[in-house]
């Protein structure tokens, strides 16, 4: 690993390639670990819509990967919590443009999970993330 980019993803031999996350992460430095962020702006009032509150979440973990001292390329994993699959797998195709609009090219290890509610009651979407920063 060099020292601009200190994680890696990990692809075991004769894994195909994943597509918008990595199996796993490899990394060396300080761990900044997230709360679960959602799509809410500095003054609390949550965007309206599952594309329109992940891209504000995705603009939320950058400002405190940011505030803590690091950068996108430095987060290592993500896990999604959704109150509606279904709102996200018909969301592909728009999601990855939304993604790569705020997270650029860098997809850490990564899993989504359905869950009945989230604390926020109009949250459709929270984000936990774990950074490695030099």
Do not use: C
């Amino acid at each position: 690993m060099s020292s601009e980019t200190l994680s890696r993803a990990i692809l075991p031999e004769g894994w195909p390639l994943p597509r918008g996350y990595a199996n796993g992460m490899v990394a060396e430095g300080r761990v900044l670990v997230t709360g679960g962020l959602v799509g809410w702006d500095e003054n609390g009032v949550f965007a309206k819509g599952f594309l329109p509150q992940l891209e504000r979440t995705f603009l939320n973990i950058k400002a405190v990967v940011e505030a803590g001292g690091g950068r996108i390329e430095d987060i290592v994993r993500m896990t999604w919590y959704v109150t509606d699959m279904e709102a996200y797998r018909s969301s592909l195709k728009e999601l990855g443009p939304v993604y790569r609009g705020v997270l650029g090219r860098h997809f850490p290890a990564m899993a989504v999970v359905q869950v009945v509610s989230l604390v926020e009651p109009e949250a459709l979407v929270e984000i936990e993330a774990t950074a490695v920063i030099a």
